[in-house]
């Protein structure tokens, strides 16, 4: 939770950081008796740390999608369900016997 911040202060932060912890948007809450904002994070029960950058937070996911793609080649061989077609939630549950 960040504390006695402007209401441009706290518009700023909103769009340009999210919580470190989850990654999750920021809230702000606006305290009119001393013309402060608090923000937060929107997820419940996140202890929200601090703040990063959207814009790590978007390379980092860019980043994973990338090793994602690359450890499926690698894996395809040895992972046969990797290179099968992708099966609907109704087969799948049939599979599973529901």
Not at 1 to 27: F, H, K
Not at 42 to 54: F, H, I, K, Q
Not at 82 to 93: A, D, F, G, P, T
Request: glycine share 4%; hydrophobic share 35%; proline share 4%.
């Amino acid at each position: 939770m960040i504390t006695n911040l402007t209401p441009l202060e706290a518009q700023r932060l909103i769009r340009d950081y999210v919580c470190s912890n989850c990654w999750g948007t920021l809230v702000k809450h606006y305290h009119p008796e001393t013309r402060t904002t608090t923000l937060y994070c929107a997820t419940t029960d996140c202890p929200c740390d601090g703040l990063v950058s959207r814009g790590f937070v978007d390379r980092r996911e860019a980043e994973s999608r990338a090793e994602l793609s690359e450890a499926r080649v690698a894996l395809r061989d040895a992972v046969p369900w990797l290179r099968s077609e992708k099966k609907s939630v109704e087969q799948l549950l049939q599979e599973l016997g529901f």
